[in-house]
């Protein structure tokens, strides 16, 4: 194998040998190179173990990804069914067909007090009620023309 494509662990084995064969003594020159290939040694294994780590790292972002993934179709699913036309319709609907338990409520803001309540179909047909905290009269101008056409 050539040397460039070894791993930094085959290539600080290699180097090691390599001082091996030199028969480094204690002059100052072979305990710095000695003391070179320890550090390289310790830097090698570090650099094994992170690597390892970030591996580890690289499978836990891959699980949550596919996790993120899920949740998102998940969450696509949800929208569709909101806003799904058919139900949407149903929803514009009830006002008409009405629904034994279900009580048809409208929300009003009173344009004097900004109190908001809400009062029932009826009393919406009636086209007026007084605003239960300031008692304002109000009156609404009940159509059918639907508004939800975008
Ligand atoms: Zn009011």
Redesign the pocket.
Known sequence: MDFEEKTITEKTSFVKGLAEGLGLGDSAQDKLIKALIDLVDDMAVEIADLQEELDGLYDEIDELEEQVDAVDEDLADVEDFIWDDEEFDEWDDDDEEGDDDYEDCFDIT??????EFSVDEETLIDGSVN??????L?TFDFDEDDESEE
């Open positions: 009173c344009p004097s007090c900004g109190e605003c239960p905290k300031c008692n304002e109000l």
